[in-house]
């Protein structure tokens, strides 16, 4: 009987209070879905959203004393809090609420960036009738809080299976809100495809390693793990083989949600296809987490296989050395040739990922701390970048509209993003303030001194030299003086050269218009001139759809700058201050991730 008798385990429920806050209220959101008014929901919803994010970041906080005094391990070693994973914890919180901020906002125009219902074929008239009916996507917030969770759990775990179930509690939602863009809607579409078809090649390939590792060793908990070939305690003995080859394909699983060479190539459309909210909140809080895993794999492991063979950790170095020299050629060359504002973003983001990879392969002492202010950096700066994105619109303006010199009201109809480079011309006289903030971000992420990019950069390239790398530290630097490049070419353009207005395309009379498909255009400027609905000034360029739509040749396209109703502006200003702070005075950040190198408990 005593033997049969079940003992329930003791869980630290604190310990586990950032991920149950957030969670939690991802599970709650799905609830109101069912139980609140419609006319209610959407307020309802951002609230819970941003409540869970704060609370959830405000429990890192309360902890972060405890945890640098004492590390834990929660359900026997399924969440390893050490102050690597915590700080992991907070700055995918703090990211997630900036992020979720910009995906809040409505434009002055009154809509946002998603589709009223966005399993709908584009061009069909269940999705014209949605749009007319004022329908609104608000299950995203929901999605927002799965994503979240997984990610901040995903930071957190020392059990590679619990990891694989939080690489697919964050990777399904994202699927879902990539192909759920108002415009552009085959484009979306068709990046949520290709980003679930490679992802799940990618989770294949990382379950595939946790078979492999747990075949070598019998246990699939890091720590176990390491103590395990260090004490020659192993079902399989003397194959180390496996060990490295399941550390090789877990590692291609996470460099696939980094975005590394030659991992990468999902990046520029999905970044480009999905809602520019959810691009940046992809863009920054995917990163953060997967970086945060990789951190805790490698260098875990790397303390059994440097029992099994020193060489073979060389080797692992090596394959992490290439990847980031690769990562760095691909996103600064490529990106340097770019004319879209977002596939320009996107390689910047892979150029990122060679950055830290060229500090994570020095496996340096300091390689923790490093890593985390390099993250809470560039994500501070992406999310600001792509709020900055939502706001420059194109605009099909009448005869006799006003000319378009600076923040307007919708004076004509508002369509999808500007995003071609040269549509950005002249936007510093027509927005300066934001073309000031916009500028800041790039600077930071080129790395330039007085911005956190310079100390995010310095403490990365640092890493490697501490590791015996200083070639690669070059290389890095080399790869920076390029990526400057394309940022100013940016900034040049802005602010510059004039501003063009840019004809519409000529078409037929209106009496002998025919439908046109917009789903996927070729340019911004021919969605610009056939992407919208039939609701005129009342629409924000709802759809991109077969519509029939009546554009005059006396009609043009100028590019405009539409106002924020709060949170996308909030949003910047926050990302602006942090930059500025983190680049004058990182002192005390940098004091709080240095504890982070009190990594194994």
Not at 74 to 86: E, K
Not at 180 to 187: E, M, S
Not at 260 to 270: G, I, L, N, R, S
Not at 455 to 467: E, L
Request: hydrophobic content about 55%; glycine content about 10%.
């Amino acid at each position: 009987m005593n033997g049969n008798e079940f003992v329930a385990p003791e869980i630290d429920w604190l310990a586990l209070a950032p991920l149950i806050v957030v969670l939690g209220a991802g599970v709650v959101g799905v609830l109101l879905e069912a139980f609140v008014p419609a006319r209610a929901r959407r307020v309802t919803q951002i609230v819970l959203t941003l409540a869970a994010l704060a609370g959830g970041l405000a429990f890192v906080v309360y902890l972060w004393p405890q945890i640098v005094a004492q590390p834990v391990q929660v359900v026997g070693g399924s969440v390893t809090l050490t102050p690597f994973a915590l700080g992991a914890q907070g700055i995918i919180a703090l990211l997630a609420f900036l992020g979720v901020l910009v995906v809040a906002d409505r434009t002055a125009t009154g809509q946002d960036a998603f589709a009223p219902t966005a399993s709908a074929v584009p061009g069909t008239s269940y999705e014209d009738l949605a749009r007319k009916s004022g329908l609104e996507q608000t299950e995203i917030y929901p999605l927002l809080l799965f994503a979240a969770g997984g990610m901040m759990l995903f930071a957190s775990t020392d059990d590679l299976i619990v990891m694989f179930i939080a690489l697919e509690v964050l990777s399904l939602p994202l699927y879902v809100l990539c192909a759920t863009a108002r415009r552009r809607r085959l484009l979306s579409q068709e990046a949520a495809a290709k980003y679930f078809l490679l992802g799940a090649f990618a989770s294949a390939l990382f379950i595939f390693g946790v078979a492999l590792i747990y075949g070598f060793a019998g246990t699939v908990r890091l720590l176990e793990i390491a103590q395990r070939v260090q004490q020659g305690a192993l079902p399989l003995e003397g194959m180390s083989a496996l060990l490295v080859a399941g550390v090789l394909l877990v590692t291609v699983g996470l460099l696939f949600k980094i975005g590394a060479v030659p991992f990468h190539a999902w990046t520029p459309d999905v970044y480009t296809g999905a809602p520019t909210p959810i691009t940046g909140f992809m863009a920054a809080c995917t990163k953060a987490a997967a970086v945060a895993a990789l951190v805790e794999v490698l260098y875990r492991i790397s303390i059994g296989v440097q029992a099994v063979d020193p060489e073979i950790m060389r080797q692992l170095q090596v394959v992490i050395v290439v990847v980031a020299v690769l990562t760095m050629a691909v996103g600064t060359v490529i990106g340097s040739v770019q004319t879209d504002v977002k596939r320009l973003l996107a390689y910047s983001s892979i150029a990122h990922a060679g950055f830290l990879l060229v500090g994570i392969a020095g496996f340096g002492p300091q390689v923790q701390s490093s890593t985390l202010f390099y993250l809470l950096a560039y994500g501070i700066a992406t999310i600001g970048a792509f709020a900055v994105v939502t706001l420059v619109r194109e605009r099909r303006v009448t005869p006799g509209a006003p000319e378009d010199n600076g923040p307007v009201a919708d004076d004509g109809v508002v369509l999808g993003e500007a995003t071609e480079i040269a549509q950005w011309a002249g936007l510093g006289r027509k927005a300066p303030w934001l073309t000031a903030a916009f500028a800041l971000f790039l600077l930071s992420m080129a790395g330039i001194p007085l911005t956190a990019g310079f100390i995010a950069k310095f403490g990365a390239f640092a890493g490697a030299t501490s590791g015996g790398l200083w070639w690669l530290a070059v290389l890095g630097v080399l790869a920076s003086v390029v990526a400057v490049a394309f940022y100013l070419r940016l900034l040049v353009v802005m602010v510059f050269q004039p501003g063009t207005v840019e004809p519409a395309s000529q078409v037929e009379p209106a009496s002998r218009v025919e439908p046109v498909e917009t789903g996927v255009s070729t340019s911004s400027t021919s969605e610009g001139a056939t992407g919208e609905g039939a609701e005129g000034s009342t629409s924000e360029g709802s759809v991109a759809t077969a519509t029939k739509v009546q554009v005059t040749a006396a009609q043009r396209v100028v590019v405009t700058v539409v106002r924020s109703r709060g949170p996308a502006a909030v949003a910047i200003a926050v990302c602006a201050i942090a930059t500025v702070i983190l680049g004058v005075f990182p002192s005390l950040v940098l004091n709080l991730v240095a504890e982070a190198s009190k990594f194994v408990p």
